[in-house]
């Protein structure tokens, strides 16, 4: 079974440009979340859809972010425009709807803002 | 208060028994995580123990969950170089119909010298 895709893996960008990432999850999952890993912390919820709904997106900051999952498959998170502090992993995880909510996670894009 | 504490590093020599420890907030979490992030890549589900119970056992991992004091630990048996990595504890916060996102602790730097 393949796991959870993302690209690209790693993208380096100036402050106040815009960048897109692409996130497609394990076939039949329909619950799919966006993280954001700052070094040295745990990943932190931005964003969790269920088919193509938004189930929770209190902690996206929606001036700048936003995320879409159109047709409850794949997914894109933008940022626009981007500031510093936004450097991190930003994650992509998908889960079954399982008792336990076991959540895969994919290899992440590392964001560099210089 | 509302986070998932874990000391942020341990160090073992290789052959011995590792036990990483966590804290956690949410009385209700129905089920507790241990997730292992290695450099570079995403995080990768070990094990997790549903809230009713005390233990858990897979091979060399041992999960024990207090839920009393909300302590929880991994014990790693006989561990290995391969098993030098970040691990991460995280609970599930469900929040009105949602399933439940996961609320990561900071992670402990496991490192395992030859």
Known sequence: EAGVAQSPRY????????????????????????????LGQG?????????????????????????????????????????????????????LEDLANTQYFGPGTRLTVL | GEDVEQSLFLSVREGDSSVINCTY???????????????????QLLTYIFSNMDMKQD??????????????????????????????CAESRRYGGSQGNLIFGKGTKLSVKP
């Open chain 2, 25 to 43: 907030t949410d009385s209700s979490s129905t089920y507790l995580y241990w997730y292992k992030q290695e450099p570079g890549a995403g995080l």
């Open chain 1, 43 to 95: 990943p932190k919820l931005l964003i969790q859809f269920q088919n193509n709904g938004v189930v929770d997106d209190s902690q996206l900051p929606k001036d700048r972010f936003s995320a879409e999952r159109l047709k409850g498959v794949d997914s894109t998170l933008k940022i626009q425009p981007a500031k510093l502090e936004d450097s991190a992993v930003y994650l992509c995880a998908s889960s």
């Open chain 2, 59 to 88: 091979q060399r991992l041992t999960v024990l969950l207090n839920k009393k004091d909300k302590h929880l630990s991994l014990r790693i048996a006989d561990t290995q170089t391969g098993d030098s990595a970040i691990y991460f």
């Open chain 1, 11 to 38: 993208k380096i960008i100036e402050k106040r440009q815009s960048v897109a990432f692409w996130c497609n999850p394990i076939s039949g999952h329909a619950t799919l979340y966006w993280y954001q890993q700052i």
